[in-house]
């Protein structure tokens, strides 16, 4: 069994607000970020952690790398408390926040890569082998010598990838890695992080409202809301938590009235093409089977569930 890397049980962040009332006085509230929140990471798994703005990923991952310190609750990453053992805990972990860079605005970008080797005291040799290595892999070459302010956003995405990698962190944090990007920055950045977990066992924890980047990177999904935990498993099992369906698209020879199938049911008909609705954990099989046998069925394709549109019933349900 893969050792746990991080792990918070029963994790509490309650923040104290003080809204006025009458001239004078104050009252004080107490909202709760993050509301007794359990769960495990193993070593090399890639960890999707979804929810709507306001959820508690942010509050969960300050207190991961030790901004925060939790209200109650047992919280440890890599076996360290992380706000107790912040600095050593830093030279385990590497964070990337779209948004944000942690790169220097005015420097080269090679200038900003030396600058962390001394803050994160990395080897000299060590720092150039893993430097000329993810260089390589993010297609970094001819931007080593451009000021990071002159970089694209694609670019500068890959270039804060790299210089969170650059001292061989075991746990990477992602917060919206993707956020902004084009697609064939995307497709870079997906195709890296999934190489970067199957060759280095890297753990990777990723925050994202783009859904493809779950879908192509993450074994594992959970989804928090109002800081609480609604759902935890793997992609296919989030499809089916969330009453998923399939789609049946049939082309059949002529125009016909919606045809009648067991387990499935006609959402639509456009001349001789019919949809035809079932639920995601339902084969397919038996559905094209009688469509084949009682119907002129010249093609047909099944359209697998929009993961967007099972979390959106997620949040939904969450918010009822």
């Known amino acids: ?19 006025k009332a009458g001239r004078l006085r104050r009252t004080r509230h107490v909202v709760s970020a993050v509301a007794g929140l359990s769960f495990r990471v193993s070593a090399g798994e890639v960890l999707g952690y979804l929810g709507p703005n306001g959820a508690g990923k942010s509050t969960t991952i300050k207190m991961l790398t030790g901004v925060l310190m939790p209200t109650s609750g047992y919280l440890r990453v890599a076996g360290m408390e992380p706000m107790a053992e912040r600095l050593a805990l830093t030279r385990r972990i590497g964070v990337v926040f779209g948004q944000r860079t942690t790169l220097w605005w005015d420097l080269p970008l090679r200038d900003s890569f030396a600058l962390l080797r ?69 497709t870079r950045v997906r195709e890296f992080l999934s190489a970067l977990n199957a060759e ?39 499809h089916r938590f969330g009453n998923a369906e399939r789609t049946l698209v049939v082309d059949l020879a002529e125009p016909l009235p919606p045809v009648q199938v067991n387990g499935g049911q006609v959402v639509r008909v456009d001349g001789p093409r019919q949809w035809i609705t079932f639920p995601a954990e339902q084969p397919a099989a038996p559905l094209v089977a009688q469509v084949a046998a009682e119907y002129p069925l010249m093609d047909l394709s099944v359209a697998e569930p929009d993961i967007e549109s099972v979390v959106a019933k997620l949040y939904a349900r969450g918010s009822a």
């Not at 991080?6 to 809204?19: A, S």
Request: proline content about 2%; aromatic content about 4%.
């Open 1 to 19: 069994m893969s050792k746990t890397v991080i792990e918070l049980r029963d994790v509490r962040k309650d923040f104290v607000l003080r809204r």
């Open 118 to 186: 001394r803050i994160y005291r990395v080897d000299e040799q060590r720092h150039r082998h893993n430097l000329e290595e993810l260089v390589e892999l993010l297609n970094l070459g001819d931007l080593l010598d451009q000021p990071v302010r002159s970089l694209s956003l694609g670019q500068r995405m890959r270039g804060d990838i790299a210089a969170a990698l650059l001292h061989d962190p075991e746990i990477l944090y992602l917060d919206e890695p993707t956020i902004g990007l084009d697609v064939v920055s995307k």
């Open 200 to 238: 280095r066992g890297t753990t990777i924890l990723l925050t994202t409202h783009d859904l493809g980047d779950i879908e192509r990177l993450c074994s594992r999904v959970t989804v928090i809301d109002h800081g609480r935990m609604v759902f935890d498993g793997s992609v296919a099992g989030l």
